[in-house]
């Protein structure tokens, strides 16, 4: 079982950056595959990023590579999602997620992600 806790959601010009932080509970977090995930109004829910139990596999969105980082610290049970370069579109609920698969690599399949946050709102002003 793993909790998931977001953070760092907020109101952002556009061209501005934010840092989403994901907390997750339990001993075996480097056993997970990591993901983020985002839900504007109206929409599905879509991948943004994911990342391998080492951070050594990442994948990203085309719609975002370039401007977000995944990346995570097993020390700290934590994964986070840089994102630089904000735009209008960007707007939407940011969910991170938990797949359990030891040594897997990161991945954008949405059904295989077993845990996930409650959200963090993240708007982009024009």
């Known amino acids: 079982q793993v909790q998931l806790v977001e953070s760092g959601g907020g109101l952002v010009q556009a061209g501005g950056s934010l840092r989403l932080s994901c907390a997750a509970s339990?001993?075996?977090?480097?056993?997970?595959?990591m993901g983020w995930f985002r839900q504007a109004p109206g929409k599905e829910r879509e991948f943004v990023a994911s990342i391998s139990w080492n951070g050594g596999s990442t994948v990203y969105a085309n719609s975002v590579k370039g401007r977000f980082t995944i990346s995570r610290d097993n020390a700290k049970n934590t994964v986070y999602l840089q994102m630089n370069n904000l735009k209008p579109e960007d707007t939407a609920v940011y969910y991170c997620?938990?797949?359990?698969?030891?040594?897997?690599?990161?991945?954008?399949?949405?059904?295989?992600?077993?845990?996930w946050g409650q959200g963090t709102q993240v708007t982009v002003s024009s």
């Open positions: 997620a938990a797949d359990f698969s030891p040594g897997g690599p990161g991945h954008s399949v949405r059904g295989n992600y077993d845990y």
């Open positions: 339990g001993r075996t977090f480097s056993r997970y595959v």
